[in-house]
């Protein structure tokens, strides 16, 4: 029998693997935007 069909819930390991994806994209993303954030203040200084 296949996987298709089974919800998140019958796979576990499932979320743990959103919940890192959602970090490695997450991380740099938040980094990028303080940053651009920060230097664009520095313009109207």
């Not at 970090?23 to 664009?40: D, Q």
Request: hydrophobic fraction near 55%; charged fraction near 10%.
């Amino acid at each position: 029998m296949t996987n298709v069909g089974q919800s998140a819930d019958e796979q576990p390991g499932q979320w743990g693997l959103v919940a890192l994806a959602w970090v490695l994209v997450g991380v740099p993303l938040v980094w990028g935007v303080w940053n651009t954030l920060l230097k664009s203040a520095a313009l109207f200084r």
